[in-house]
Nanobody, 120 residues
Framework: QVPLVESGGGLVQSGRSLRLSCAPS????????MAWYRQAPGKQRDLVAT???????DYSDSVKGRFTISRDNAKNTVYLQMNGLKPDDTATYYC??????????????WGQGTQVTVSS
């Protein structure tokens, strides 16, 4: 499996912003579709945003207009800019990616998760 490392989570007040980053490590040739999911305690893991290698994006209705997903293909990195955070955004955020290495193609790689907590 390919390690997928997220960073940028933390504790912020309602209305503030955070930027999450995620990148694989190892002998990566390229990443294809990448996405962010989130899971609040006691709830299922939900899709937040997706981005294709070409830059096409899609968002859940709950974050549309507040969150922006982007990527840097040269760095195989995906970002999630979160503005106007609300307490309901509190969750563990997970990165997901399709990754091609020098030896294998991994269609469904998950990161370890990064905690985002928004206080009211």
């Amino acid at each position: 499996q390919v390690p997928l490392v997220e960073s940028g989570g933390g504790l912020v007040q309602s209305g503030r912003s955070l930027r999450l980053s995620c990148a694989p490590s190892g002998n990566i040739i390229k990443t294809h579709n990448m996405a962010w999911y989130r899971q609040a305690p006691g709830k299922q893991r939900d899709l937040v945003a997706t981005i294709t290698r070409g830059g096409n994006t899609d968002y859940s209705d709950s974050v549309k207009g507040r969150f922006t997903i982007s990527r840097d293909n040269a760095k195989n990195t995906v970002y999630l800019q979160m503005n106007g955070l609300k307490p309901d955004d509190t969750a563990t955020y997970y990165c997901n990616a399709q990754i091609m290495t020098t030896t294998h193609y991994y269609p469904d790689v998950w990161g370890q998760g990064t905690q985002v907590t928004v206080s009211s």
